[in-house]
């Protein structure tokens, strides 16, 4: 039995395809490095400079000079490149970024995103995903359907300051999977052993069901 943790990150390494350049989110986005398929070549990206992270390092292999937009140690594969954070933003904002994948801390029924700070609590600042969310190609949200107080994350508007309006693609939670279109939002997965009656209970957003789920051929264990 996969975790809500575990879950999420399974669905979302599906995101990922050969010969993309991702840019991985602070938190658990950054847990993908280590869900890559070796027949998969892929770069992934970071703000502060890096383009070819490689896997999290073994204990006691780290290096401090090698560390991801989260200051957390990594390693660089084979053909990285190192540049300075002008640069990064470069890539980022010319649109060079096929992939974005990002936490979440609320997502609207209209494709809004609100991950980066929550008023009376110290930020360090706005970070890269202000200019993700406009210069990536794709973004792709990943965030638990609830809260740790029991509350949907996934609303008709955000109550959080808002990172971008309309700007995702795609939703990902522990129970489910949305897609955001011209039409709404979709719900075209549920992951674990929820129901379409279950994923409606603790969402606030109004959504429409795909037809491959209504036929019983989108649930994902």
């Known amino acids: 039995m996969l ?6 990150i399974k669905r979302a390494s599906e995101e990922i395809k050969d010969g993309m350049n991702v840019n991985l989110g602070i938190g658990m986005p950054t847990l993908l490095a280590n869900e890559i398929p070796e027949t998969i070549d892929v770069f992934l990206q970071s703000e502060n400079g890096l383009l070819g992270i490689g896997p999290y390092p073994y204990a006691g292999e780290e290096n401090a000079d090698l560390i991801n937009a989260g200051k957390e140690t990594v390693t660089a594969r084979a053909g990285a490149s190192f540049f300075d954070n002008a640069e990064s933003f470069a890539m980022i904002r010319g649109g060079h970024i096929d992939l974005a994948v990002l936490g979440g801390m609320e997502v609207s029924e209209d494709g ?3 991950n ?12 890269g995903a202000m200019d993700l969310v406009q210069g990536a190609k794709k973004i792709v949200i990943i965030m638990d359907h609830v809260n740790k107080h029991g509350e949907t994350k996934v609303r008709k508007a955000c109550t959080l300051p808002v990172t971008g309006l309309k700007v995702v693609d795609r939703l990902i939670t ?19 052993n929820g129901t379409i009656d279950d994923i409606k209970a603790c969402t606030e957003a109004s959504f429409t069901v795909s037809k491959k789920l209504l036929e019983g051929v989108s649930k994902n264990d």
Do not use: H, Q, Y
């Open 3 to 8: 975790t809500s943790r575990e879950r999420i």
């Open 112 to 114: 809004d995103l609100a």
């Open 116 to 127: 980066w700070m929550i008023p009376g609590k110290m930020v360090k600042g706005m970070g």
């Open 174 to 192: 522990d129970r489910a999977v949305f897609d955001f279109t011209k039409d709404g939002m979709v719900l075209t997965e549920i992951l674990g």
